[in-house]
């Protein structure tokens, strides 16, 4: 049964952002901004630049957009709370929510909305969750992935039981056996290449190919063998800054990173070879890169930055010689501090930011993009967002953001057929 509860609005001076962009000096994992008014109005811009350089978006054909249109209403069903504060992550998988706080993981079964279990204290910061095949992956500040399973106990009751951590042991003493497996991660410290040296920041999985990918603010990404015997596959030098984010695109094995130096790369491994190869390099943020986003079939990528912009990117034609040339074809504004997380579900964008709001999103091809709504309530930034379809039976959409303030809120947002 869905529970309705409306909280009062509040507002705070400053915030906490656990993400890295170029200011930062420490691993540490929260920075304190100031909150700025921001306006109802929001823009699309239009533009047409290189794939390299950036750019104020400034130069672009505007259009006017309206928000909250009467083609789209939303509503919070539900409001929850976890067992210590700050939401830092929240992941779905089936009927179940995942959500990360400062110090353990909370489960929710999303048909009552009760909290089920609670694991991992005393683990570190978790910073990002992904699922595959039965298993639980968790990125944590302590520079490791923890892998765990679901056990269900003698009295009925979900638990999640810790199998492996990442490396793994097997694999740490493999390695450590040979000289060139070190790498050399600060002045005086060297380790082995399959181990992060900072905050596991990101995890991407690749399902049909059994394997998953992880990024760090140590710079670098590596992939990870999960089908069966779990092992680091290679690991890649990435950025010249703390990576902030990484999506795949499981068509065509595409990767996307996003980092504090303001660029967004692409990556694929070539056929035949054993590495991954950088593809392009794309900067229009004048800010860190803090979160990506990608359609359903991949043509389309999202970024989100400190510099409050979302920026909508576009492939160049399939038969063109450069299909890999990404250019700049909207650029999205209104919210009114840093992008702190993006999420792409039934052909919407969803956007949560250090102002406290989510911002819904539409956005296509050859007409651009306009803001359908803004969700409001949220005391702290909007640390995290998932979607979930309504079905084949209407148009609706929940969305659960996870806030700074240790506030689960889950919206429904109605769509109707005279917006598309």
Known sequence: ?????????????????????????????????????????????????????????????????????????????????TLTPQISCLAVQNTTLYAASIKEINVFDLTSFELVDAFGPGLGLVKSIAFSDGKIFTAHQDCKIRVWKQVITSSSKQKHQLISTLPTFKDRLFNCMFAKNYVQVRRHKRQLWIQHADAVSGLAVNNDAGLMYSVSWDKSFKIWQISSDMHCLESVRAHSDAVNAIIVNAFDKTIYTGSADGYIKVWRKPDGRKKHQLLTAIAKHESSVNALALTRDGSVLCS?????????????????????????????????????????????????????????????????????????????????????????????????????????RAWKVMISDESD
Not at 3 to 26: H, M, R
Not at 384 to 407: H, N
């Open 304 to 408: 989100g930055g400190g510099d409050k912009k979302i920026l909508v990117w576009e492939r160049g034609n399939e038969n063109d010689q450069n299909h890999d040339h990404m250019f700049v074809s909207c650029c999205l504004k209104g919210h009114g501090g840093p992008i702190l997380c993006l999420v792409h579900v039934n052909g919407v964008l969803i956007s949560g930011s250090s102002d406290r709001t989510v911002r819904i999103w539409k956005y296509g091809k050859g007409f651009g993009g306009s803001c359908w709504a803004v969700l409001e309530g949220h005391r702290k930034p909007v640390k995290s967002l998932v979607g979930i379809p309504g079905g084949d039976l209407d148009d609706s959409l929940r969305v659960f953001s996870g806030s700074l303030d240790g506030e689960i």
């Open 1 to 81: 049964m869905e529970i309705q509860k409306w909280l009062a609005n509040g507002y705070v001076n400053n915030t906490e952002i656990l993400s890295k962009s170029p200011s930062d000096l420490s691993s540490s994992a929260t920075t304190s901004t100031s909150q700025e008014t921001h306006s109802a109005r929001t823009l699309c811009e239009d533009t047409s630049f290189n794939s390299l350089g950036s750019s104020s978006c400034n130069n672009y054909t505007s259009c006017r957009i309206q928000t909250n249109p009467s083609s789209i209403s939303h509503f919070c069903i539900a409001s929850l709370r």
